[in-house]
């Protein structure tokens, strides 16, 4: 892969995080599109990058609308709560609203020199994992990891630095214990080689701070591996995530599903099923049978969501595109 392909690939990654990033961030900019009733079948939330407008449609195609409050949703339950990184003057705050965005409740507001970065609920939403850092007066960095603590009446509470040096995106297990994310393997020197990673942040109620491990793959490419999420469902360890690997000259990013212990992963897309080079984000549905990601729509320069069996057993099917605009970064809730 030559330099110039690497270059387009990152910017690609870079420009596909950037949207999500905005809208997940942003303070002040609640705007309803939509005012409706929480969803109460299936929804796939994404991001429209033309204005970072969340977007939401049913897994078979129907009911594309904009929705009003960006953020990691609860995955069930009543009720529907928003997760959001918000800014009260310099400093970060994590805030729950309701679906509409309003009713904002502060769950942790750790003050001056914390910079949170992305957050997410555990699947029963009792717990909440925060990836981000601590900077001094100076701007240098502190401390740097995902911090963890559990729903209370308070807002959060026992919030605690539980692992270093965390990445972003983290994404809970089943069992509520423990996060994947993605991350540089080594930052100091190949920052744009992602790796695996899998950090323990114990049972509520612990303090201990703990380091993550990178999951050893079989078979991986050099390229890096990206955006990995845990299975929602009880009872499994998968994983699914994005490898960037070489075909004659070019690349593609292909998805696959690993356990948490590593080994041989499991191949979901290839060149004969998927058509899109470029396949980022993927998302499993609640059962854990159909895995929705972002990819480049063919003959376009634009990206669509779309979905696949878990299993590899089918090709991909469209689920929404958006005139002259892509779109990123799903979401499976039911």
Request: charged residues 15%; glycine residues 12%.
């Amino acid at each position: 892969m030559n330099g110039r392909t690497r270059r387009w690939l990152r910017r690609r990654t870079q420009l596909a995080m950037a949207p999500l990033l905005a809208a997940v961030l942003a303070a002040g900019q609640a705007t309803v599109l939509l005012a409706a009733e929480p969803p109460s079948s299936e929804t796939i939330y994404f991001v429209r990058t033309s204005d970072a407008t969340l977007m939401s449609v049913r897994p078979d195609g129907t009911g594309l609308v904009a929705v009003g409050c960006p953020g990691d949703r609860t995955q069930g339950g009543t009720p529907r709560r928003v997760l959001r990184i918000e800014q009260d003057g310099d400093a970060s705050v994590l805030v729950s609203r309701d679906e509409q965005c309003a009713d904002a409740r502060v769950l942790w507001a750790p003050g001056a020199g914390y910079v949170l970065g992305t957050a997410s609920w555990s699947i029963d939403g009792t717990r909440v994992a925060v990836a981000g850092r601590r900077v001094n007066g100076d701007g240098a960095v502190v401390e740097q990891g995902i911090w963890v603590g559990e729903v209370c009446d308070a807002g959060l509470c026992g919030v605690h630095l539980a692992a270093t040096p965390g990445g972003s995106f983290p994404s809970w297990s089943p069992d509520g214990r423990r996060v994947v994310y993605g991350r540089a393997v080594d930052p100091g020197t190949n920052p744009s080689l992602g790796g695996i990673f899998v950090a323990d942040l114990g049972l509520p109620g612990a303090t201990t701070v703990r380091g993550d491990r990178q999951i050893l793959i079989a078979g991986s490419h050099p390229y890096g591996q990206y955006g990995p999420a845990f299975s929602p469902v009880a009872g499994t360890d998968l994983i699914v995530y994005t490898e960037t690997t070489p075909k004659a000259g070019w690349v593609r990013n292909e998805v696959f599903v690993i356990t948490s212990a590593g080994g041989t992963p499991r191949q979901v897309t290839s060149k004969s099923t998927a058509s899109s080079p470029q396949i980022l984000h993927p998302a499993w549905s609640p059962d854990g049978t159909w895995i929705a990601f972002d990819g480049v729509q063919q003959g376009t320069t634009t990206a669509a969501i779309f979905k696949i069996r878990a299993d590899g057993s089918s090709k991909p099917v469209l689920v929404a595109s958006v005139p002259r605009s892509s779109c990123y970064a799903p979401s499976w809730r039911r």
